[in-house]
């Protein structure tokens, strides 16, 4: 699934997951690094403990952040899963 996002300096998010379980993640844009390194924390983990996990995460005085909005992102495919 392709995720759009909103307010951060990355402008999309590939996502994969397999029964709840995030398989793989990919930030188009942002902090290369940083992002990388979130893709393959959450790698593995089950999504809604991913989204425990990051929902709510600023990125200095902005209302959201990339980890935030992968959050936005995993909690809009669950639900549809559901």
Known sequence: MKY???????????IELDNGIIK??????????????ISRLVEGMPAKEAISRLKGIKCGFKPTSCP???????ESIVGTAN
Do not use: E, Y
């Not at 759009?4 to 590939?14: L, M, V």
């Not at 793989?24 to 390194?37: A, D, E, I, P, R």
């Open 4 to 14: 759009r996002t909103k307010g951060t300096c990355s402008s999309a998010i590939d």
């Open 24 to 37: 793989s993640v990919h930030f188009t844009g942002g902090c290369n690094g940083n992002l990388q390194g």
């Open 68 to 74: 935030d909005q992968l959050a936005v992102a995993l």
